[in-house]
């Protein structure tokens, strides 16, 4: 069977329903259908269930603009995001239009046809089919669902307890009064540690090198009264204004102050732990401020945890694996029940999708990213991709409201492709990842490169981005349209 759509939405997280909402409201004419591999809406916060699970963005920026967040925790539970975006999906009647256990394997654009075939393995049906579609909007996120990453450590199966990563967590996992070592210091680290420790009997988080850790109190005070004083209307958009503008001032001053920003960072661990820890062992990176996403902590709860004596920080490289635990290269022994593998994503764009045009093989690896939302040389063809330093969901509703206005460019003037077309002189550029996160530097090769200026520069700046994405030129000499029978 092929099925036949204007726009075909693949994935239902944050991204694929901002993507529909944003369609169905403003190009009414189009018809479309979101396909999901997984059998629910939701994507990273349906997939991810360990213990402690919350946003690390504020939730006034982190959800949507058309619908904003009305909780009272600015810093959110992974449950509560969930209901938000399974809310928000039936309030606008996106979930009657959802494919469930659809995974996207292939997809084959024709010019003569000016139209993508999807290849699909129908998870329900166990078989393959086709849909086709004039315009792919991927919303797949940037790392692989079916796997974390887990290097391949001396003595793994030796060890006698369980070993997992927060990926492969189940709810019938018991670990009370469990010794457990968790291996990382990043943000899934940070986040599940202080909610194992309020059960296990001692729980260790081992990293080979720290990560900057920022307190936030999980409640916007500012925000909440802002509600309680004035209309809903424009205490969300005051609200959410006040936030991208505070992130985007502290991300301003890391970057041009990295040695104040960094002794203010530690400073701040200093005086939530008190006398007593390494500070400049366990707490400051050898990279700076923003090179790596900083890692939150609602009301300083790992703090908290550490002082309580619950959890403790061992910053030291890992020799091997044993029956009982982890040996270090020190020497010592971490003896553990279970032992948690945060080491972090395997980032893969569009989940590694075999991509041709015309009958080519196509490398996102060798093409460069266009306005962070297309590829050079790929026609029809749009990537919903996020922040790295602030709330994923500005950026992919920006993209979402210049792929509408994009469609109605297009149908004004007949179009029925458009493809960002590659000039010479921008090649050899960077990765459009600016991050050194060991997830990013494993996935270079893989990823899509970035230009020295617009419209192949990938700025990491809302307010750039929302006037280049609202106001500016659709015809740039970049985007090349064909009418049909061109």
């Not at 402690?52 to 006034?60: K, T």
């Not at 409640?219 to 985007?248: E, Y």
């Not at 490289?317 to 948690?340: K, Y």
């Not at 266009?370 to 509703?397: D, H, R, V």
């Amino acid at each position: 069977m092929t099925d036949y759509v204007d726009v075909l939405i693949v994935g239902a997280g944050i991204s694929g329903i901002a993507a529909a909402y944003y369609l169905g409201r403003r190009c009414p004419n189009k018809n479309w259908t979101i396909v999901e591999g997984r059998d629910a809406i939701g994507g990273t916060w349906d997939l991810f269930r360990y213990p402690g699970v919350r946003s690390d963005s504020d939730m006034y920026t982190l959800g949507y603009r058309f619908r904003p967040w009305t909780g009272e925790k600015a810093i959110a539970d992974g449950a509560d995001i969930l209901k938000y975006i399974v809310d928000t999906a039936r309030e606008f009647g996106i979930d009657r239009r959802i494919r469930f256990k659809q995974r996207v394997r292939r997809i084959s654009w024709s010019s003569a046809q000016a139209e993508w075939t999807v290849t699909i393995e129908d998870g329900a049906a166990a078989a393959q089919r086709q849909m086709r579609c004039k315009f792919l909007f991927m919303c797949t996120g940037y790392y692989r669902y079916d796997k974390g990453y887990r290097p391949d450590w001396p003595g793994l199966d030796r060890f006698r307890g369980q070993i997992l990563h927060p990926q492969e967590w189940r709810q019938d996992i018991d670990y009370t009064g469990a010794r457990i070592v968790v291996i990382g210091s990043g943000a899934t680290a940070v986040t599940m540690i202080p909610a194992l420790a309020e059960r296990a009997a001692q729980v260790t988080m081992l990293q080979r090198s720290p990560s900057y850790i920022v307190s936030s109190p999980s409640r916007d005070d500012i925000s909440l009264r802002l509600h309680a004083k004035l209309p809903f209307g424009l205490a969300a958009w005051l609200s959410r204004w006040r936030l991208i503008l505070r992130q985007m001032f502290y991300f301003h001053i890391a970057r041009s102050k990295p040695e104040e920003t960094r002794a203010n960072i530690l400073n701040g661990a200093r005086d939530a732990l008190g006398p007593g820890f390494d500070i400049e062992r366990h707490f400051n990176p050898g990279y700076k401020p923003w090179d790596q996403r900083v890692c939150l902590v609602p009301d300083a709860d790992l703090f908290e945890a550490m002082k309580a004596g619950k959890v403790n920080v061992v910053t030291e490289a890992i020799d091997r694996f044993s029956e009982a635990g982890i040996l270090l290269e020190s020497g010592e022994t971490l003896p553990a029940d279970i032992i948690i593998t945060a080491t972090g994503l395997v980032m893969k764009i569009m989940h590694g999708i075999d991509i041709r045009v015309d009958g080519s093989s196509v490398e996102l690896g060798e093409t460069l990213s266009y306005k962070g939302m297309m590829y050079s040389n790929i026609p029809n063809l749009f990537s919903a991709f996020g922040y790295t330093n602030a709330s994923w969901t500005l950026k992919a509703e920006l993209i979402c409201e210049y792929v509408c206005r994009l469609l109605r460019h297009m149908d004004r003037r007949g179009y029925e492709q458009c493809t960002p077309r590659l000039q010479g002189e921008e090649a050899g550029a960077e990765a459009f990842v600016d991050f050194t996160s060991g997830y990013v530097q494993r996935a270079l090769d893989g990823l899509p490169k970035q230009g020295a200026r617009r419209p192949w520069k990938v700025y990491q700046n809302y307010l750039k981005d929302l006037l280049i994405m609202r106001f500016g030129a659709l015809d740039d000499g970049v985007m090349e349209f064909r009418r049909p029978g061109q």
